[in-house]
């Protein structure tokens, strides 16, 4: 053992230097106040992030669940037909075994895609964390499903991003005339298609 081995041996019980990223690193010498910083996960770009090893388990997100997030999961189960995919949907006010919105169901058959079976699920940490990937419609929805479960943060992303012209909101259509729900399901149809290819194809 080596002198200066000896001498951390005696004043810190160990006698070989820790590897640096273990040593926790001290601001504000004042001893009631100091706080140890903690390195910050690394947050990668929204799209850039999708994980390329092709995720089993999606689950997306809105509000209520009778309009944008169900009828997203329903058109996933559509474009991945065959596929070992499970796909669930939620909202965050936590309305649970409601039908989705008729305007939604009539827009939705217009497509191929059925939606007269839905009944809407509340928004849970165990849905959270047995999803690959969470889809997200706005960013309101993001924040809470990160509140919910803070290790779900790099797994979340905002399904407009994948738009051909990105932007962070898909807008809610609920109370809406029918227009604004095709409108929804086309960019829901888009930004899934895009992903969809990218991601799987």
């Not at 001893?31 to 799209?47: A, C």
């Not at 965050?92 to 007269?116: F, H, W, Y």
Request: glycine letters at 4%.
């Amino acid at each position: 053992m080596s002198f200066i081995d000896k001498i951390r041996d005696k004043l810190f019980g160990f006698n070989q230097s820790p590897p640096m990223d273990e040593v926790p690193k001290i601001i504000n010498n004042h001893p009631s106040k100091r706080e140890i910083l903690q390195p910050k996960p690394h947050v990668e770009d929204n799209i850039k992030a999708t994980d390329p090893s092709q995720p089993s388990h999606i689950l997306f997100v809105c509000s209520g669940n009778i309009c944008r997030s169900a009828y997203a999961a329903a058109k996933l189960k559509q474009l991945s037909q065959g596929m070992n995919i499970k796909i669930a949907s939620a909202g965050t006010l936590r309305i649970v075994g409601r039908k989705a919105a008729p305007d939604m169901i009539d827009t939705a058959r217009e497509n191929g895609v059925a939606l007269e079976d839905h009944r809407s699920s509340a928004l849970s940490k165990l849905l959270i964390d047995s999803a690959d990937i969470i889809f997200a419609m706005e960013p309101m929805h993001s924040a809470r499903i990160a509140e919910i479960s803070p290790d779900a943060s790099k797994r979340i992303r905002l399904l407009g991003l994948f738009l051909n012209e990105p932007t962070d909101t898909i807008e809610d259509p609920m109370g809406q005339a029918p227009e604004v729900y095709r409108s929804v399901a086309a960019l829901i149809d888009e930004a899934l298609t895009n992903w969809f290819k990218r991601t799987y194809v």
